[in-house]
């Protein structure tokens, strides 16, 4: 399946980023935590589709979505479907830091088990696997620089049988 995404890096008031813990239901045991975000639906802007996606997975509405600073490739599969994806990363803020899952899908139900802000130090110190791979590195220069002229391109990770990210519907 090929699709566009809309992924967000979202920071709450402390500049802490916000992840989502996950994994694919066929490979319980293989988790990872992932930034908010999904497919772009029908011919939705992706703006649209970052904000819509937030909404939905951490009930977070009225953030400020700010540039496209990534982006990156990635073919992988989760829960028996294979994707290759164009991912595309915004800069957004909160004001707020309370999280609300009831607008998850059921699948984002069966596999998201934890929400949870992340400082940058914990972040980088991390040992867990993170996506996108080098999620601390861009964190650190978009905090330090202010976002890109153009967005970076991320690292294009290596296809799996199974996934070893999350995605959403």
Request: glycine residues 8%.
């Amino acid at each position: 399946m090929r699709r566009r995404a809309a992924r967000v890096l979202l920071l709450d008031p402390a500049e802490r980023i916000l992840l989502l813990h996950g994994f694919d239901p066929l490979v319980p045991g293989r988790t990872w935590w992932f930034t908010p975000g999904g497919g772009v639906e029908g011919e939705e802007e992706l703006a649209d589709a970052a904000r819509r996606e937030v909404a939905e997975e951490t009930g977070i509405t009225g953030i400020a979505l700010g540039p496209l600073v990534a982006r990156r490739a990635s073919v992988f599969s989760f829960d028996g479907r294979s994707f290759d994806q164009d991912e595309w990363y915004y800069l957004a803020r909160t004001g707020t830091t309370a999280l609300d899952a009831s607008g998850q899908t059921e699948l984002e139900l069966r596999t998201v088990d934890e929400m949870r802000w992340w400082s940058l130090p914990e972040l980088l110190a991390s040992t867990e696997t993170v996506y996108p791979e080098g999620l601390g590195s861009l964190l650190a220069s978009l905090l330090a620089a202010g976002p890109p002229d153009r967005p970076v391109r991320l690292p294009c990770p290596t296809p799996w049988s199974t996934m070893d990210e999350h995605t959403h519907s």
